[in-house]
């Protein structure tokens, strides 16, 4: 089953933790399974890091734009090549164990929506494929 969680970005470039929303679409009956997350937009990616610490996030949008430059001449005409080449760096999709009802995220783990061409509204396609044993 697939269901789709809306998200509004508010800046150009953020990360929405987004982990709270993903883990509510579990359902209780599941065990077992893998939980499917993508991203459907050419400029906003999704990644898996620490979700404790904001300073994580900051160096990684930080790092990003020393690789990815906003201020250099590209050839996409929109002016939004960056965040073009920023999704295809932290790409679109993951894939996350489910065991005993849970995803099996590290204890710092967070799952975020890399927006790197807002404000805009997202959606996010999940879907949960249980295993059976």
């Not at 400029?43 to 250099?72: C, F, H, M, Q």
Request: with cysteine.
């Amino acid at each position: 089953m697939t269901k789709i969680v809306a998200i509004e970005s508010t800046r150009r470039v953020e990360f929405i933790d987004i982990t709270r929303k993903i883990e509510e679409l579990i359902d209780e009956n599941i065990e077992e399974g893998l939980c499917n997350i993508y991203s459907p937009h050419t400029t906003a990616g999704l990644t898996i890091n620490e979700n404790y610490d904001p300073s994580v996030v900051k160096d990684i949008i930080e790092t990003l734009e020393v690789i990815v430059p906003e201020n250099r001449e590209y050839n996409h005409v929109e002016g939004n090549a960056p965040a073009h080449i920023k999704t295809c760096i932290i790409g679109n999709s993951l894939t996350i164990p489910i065991n005993n009802g849970k995803l099996m995220l590290g204890r710092w783990q967070g799952i975020f929506l890399c927006e790197f061409d807002g404000p805009r509204k997202r959606n996010i396609y999940v879907t949960i494929i249980p295993i059976k044993k």
